[in-house]
């Protein structure tokens, strides 16, 4: 009897520990390689990040340092648009690789979308940050932060001006 009670144990406690695990994944969302296009501190324009999504804030990562931490309380507007990514130092190395026949990749673009998160700082100064994240992303990024009551805008696209008549 002794010999069939401690695989039942084990199994109970592996079993806990399975479910403790999936409950600390579903607490957060990490984006990965998301672009970072303005407003960190301390980052370069078009520097890698990763973009991380907990319960009560929003972390930009570098590796594994947190350089940006901001608090849903202090967001003030999130806008979700859509736009196209270029890649000029590729498509510069394509150019010396390929010959001139390398310059068609010019015209290569990625769709990506971009978050514009504005929010107040510590001190009460408006802040803003600026993030590239693939297409696929931006939907779970969107849901996730619905879920928690910030409000993601789709802004109307601008009509193209009009040329004057002669």
Known sequence: ??????????????????????AVETESLTIRKAFHGGGIPRLRLD????L????DSVLVMKGKNTVATVPFTRIRRVQLLSADRHY???????????GYGGAFLILKKRKVDVLLVEYVNERGG?????????????????SWLERFNIQVEDPAPTPAPQQAKK
């Open 126 to 142: 408006q802040m803003g940050m600026i993030l590239q994240m693939p297409k696929l992303d931006s939907a779970r990024s969107r």
């Open 47 to 50: 520097q890698r990040v990763d």
């Open 52 to 55: 991380t999504f907990k319960p």
């Open 88 to 98: 000029p130092g590729a498509t510069y190395a394509a150019v010396l690789a390929a």
């Open 1 to 22: 009897m002794k010999h069939h009670a401690i695989p039942i144990l084990l199994a109970g406690f592996c079993g806990g520990c399975l479910s403790a695990s999936a």
